[in-house]
C-alpha cells in the first residue's frame, strides 16, 4: 500500500547522494559527437532518453544528457492502446530531441541525430503513410516525420528508456551510459530483426544541428 510506496521513495532518496553527474561529457570542437534518443511505454507511462556519444582521440564515450517522462493521460488507460502507448513514446522522444539540441549554443559541428525504439509496429508505422490511420495515430506520426530524424530498432535489454517506463529503485550503467555497443564503431552495432525490414529514414539525410555543451 501507501506505506510500502513511501519506503520505496525513501530507499530511492537516501541512495540519492552517491549520484554525481559530470558536467562535461567529452565534446570537443575536434570531436564527433552524436545524439541518440531512446524511447519506451508501459500501461501507464511513456518515455525517452537522450544520450550524447563522442568519439575523439580520448575514445569513445556516451552519456546521458536529459530524459522526460510522462503519464498517460487517464482517460486512455481502459482503451490498452499497446502500440499507440509506444508511439507516444517516440513523439516524446522527438519533442527531446529538439529541446536538447534548441537549448545548445551553435558552436560545434553538425551532428547526426539516432532515435530508437524497441516496437517495431511503431518503427513501419513511421516508415509509411501517415494518412493511412486514424487522427490519434496521424497527428502523431506527421509530427515525428516532420521532424526528419532517422529511426532504428533497439532490443529492450539495451533500451534505456524502458528503466523509467516501469519503474525502478536502482538505476544502471545503461541509463547512464546507453548500451555497451553505443561506444563501440558503427558497424558493431545490432542488426535489424531478420523478419522484419524495420530500419526507418524518413529522410535522405540525417537531420543535423548544431550542439555546445554548457559548462
Known amino acids: ?53 563522442v568519439k575523439s582521440e580520448r575514445g569513445i564515450h556516451s ?23 509506444e508511439l507516444l513514446g517516440c513523439f516524446l522522444a522527438v519533442k527531446l530531441a529538439k529541446c536538447i539540441l534548441e537549448s545548445l549554443l551553435p558552436v560545434f559541428a553538425p551532428i547526426p541525430i539516432y532515435c530508437w525504439t524497441d516496437s517495431t509496429i511503431c518503427l513501419n508505422w513511421i516508415r509509411g503513410n501517415a494518412f493511412q490511420h486514424d487522427v490519434f495515430i496521424r497527428n502523431r506520426l506527421l509530427y515525428i516525420q516532420s521532424a526528419n530524424m532517422c529511426w532504428s530498432f533497439v532490443s529492450t535489454n539495451d533500451n534505456p528508456a524502458d528503466l523509467p517506463s516501469r519503474g525502478v529503485q536502482s538505476l ?30 524518413v529522410s535522405v539525410t540525417n537531420v543535423s544541428c548544431a550542439v555546445q555543451w554548457i559548462v
Open 63 to 85: 552519456h546521458l544528457v536529459a530524459a522526460k517522462s510522462r503519464l498517460v493521460t487517464p482517460k486512455l488507460l481502459p482503451l490498452n492502446f499497446g502500440p499507440r502507448f
Open 1 to 53: 500500500g501507501s506505506f510500502r510506496v513511501l519506503s520505496d521513495f525513501r530507499q530511492v532518496i537516501s541512495q540519492s547522494k552517491d549520484i554525481a553527474v559530470p558536467r562535461w561529457v567529452g565534446l570537443t570542437k575536434s570531436g564527433e559527437a552524436q545524439l541518440h534518443v531512446f524511447s519506451d511505454a508501459s500501461k501507464r507511462l511513456y518515455a525517452a532518453s537522450a544520450n550524447l556519444r
Open 172 to 201: 544502471s550503467d545503461l541509463w547512464w551510459y546507453g548500451p555497451e555497443w553505443l561506444v563501440r564503431c558503427e558497424s558493431e552495432w545490432p542488426l535489424e530483426p531478420h523478419n522484419s525490414d524495420v530500419e526507418v529514414c
